[in-house]
């Protein structure tokens, strides 16, 4: 059977600077079917899925739903959800964890606050603490939104659970069905596509040790896709995998050309110029979708600031 996945794993198209973009990630425990926009075609109430929408565009918040692994039998009866927030910007990285059988009170977060890293508001609307388990491995398993993400995810997900790995947890949207299975690692927040068990093990004992795993890795949701290429391209260029070390400055330019300034917690500095291309042959970004020529992020050169030149 032909998919987008099986289409991008035969181009062998690049995963680099494909991840969704989200400084900060809500997660909302929902369990029972999903629908292709999961907060307003799910079991929980449209009118709320709508209103948490309204609340978090534009303040680099990133909502989505979870659910444990395998049957999503849903009762609709009163139950206590977990939800967890997550900022993902090197320097200020943390995850947080409430319970909660009122929903609704997602909505007395600042999410302007959230965005920016200030996790004191979800302490004072749903009682909030530092997160002291394992991290968290999102796998996404939402087969309305793509088939893929069905047919790959949930057997990664049932696999991951059987095995006893911990922080595993299905999600309803990461983007880029064709890269299925995608997962997401928190609280760094780095995306991986094309995801193996072995793979996920690997990355969940990285974050654990204060590690980043590259291999697969699609890039941090901190970064817009540019700085996402860039940073990643820094790190296999010097043999940088400790998390949180380096930081994506700025981006100047604008399609299909950037200039990627990516800086080191050390002080060393690197110019990375990043050229946006197409994937060819034209191939299906979604199953069901027309055929087309997806974006990727090429990084062109990679040049290290000297200590002089940071002086002058």
Not at 92 to 104: M, R
């Amino acid at each position: 059977m032909s998919t987008c996945s099986t289409a991008s794993r035969e181009l062998h198209e690049p995963v680099a600077g494909t991840a969704a973009t989200a400084r900060t990630w809500l997660l909302l425990e929902q369990p029972g079917p999903w629908g292709p926009k999961a907060l307003t075609s799910s079991h929980l109430d449209p009118a709320l899925g709508r209103a948490l929408e309204a609340a978090a565009s534009g303040t680099g918040v990133r909502i989505a739903l979870i659910r444990r692994p395998g049957r999503h039998a849903d009762r609709r009866t009163p139950a206590e959800r977990r939800v967890y927030a997550a900022h993902t910007v090197p320097g200020n990285a943390w995850l947080h964890t409430a319970t909660t059988t009122d929903p609704e009170r997602l909505l007395g977060l600042d999410f302007a606050a959230l965005g920016r890293g200030h996790g004191g508001t979800f302490a004072t609307a749903l009682g909030g603490r530092p997160h002291e388990g394992a991290p968290l491995a999102l796998v996404c398993t939402n087969g309305k939104r793509d088939r893929c993400c069905a047919l790959l995810g949930r057997p990664l997900a049932a696999e991951l659970a059987a095995r006893g790995v911990e922080g595993v947890w299905e999600v309803t949207h990461l983007g880029g069905h064709r890269f299925s299975p995608t997962v997401l690692v928190l609280p760094h927040g780095y995306a991986y596509g094309r995801a193996e068990a072995h793979t996920v093990e690997e990355a969940l004992r990285g974050a654990r040790e204060g590690r980043i795993l590259v291999e697969g890795c699609r890039g941090s949701s901190a970064w817009e896709r540019p700085g996402q290429a860039a940073e990643l391209a820094v790190r296999a260029a010097v043999d940088e995998y400790a998390a949180g070390t380096l930081t994506v400055v700025r981006t100047d330019g604008a399609a299909p050309c950037w200039d990627v300034l990516v800086a080191h917690a050390d002080g060393r500095r690197w110019h990375v110029e990043v050229a946006q291309g197409s994937s060819l042959p034209p191939r299906a970004e979604s199953c069901g979708s027309v055929l087309g020529s997806p974006a990727r992020m090429d990084v062109v050169a990679i040049r290290e600031v000297t200590m002089a030149a940071l002086a002058s």
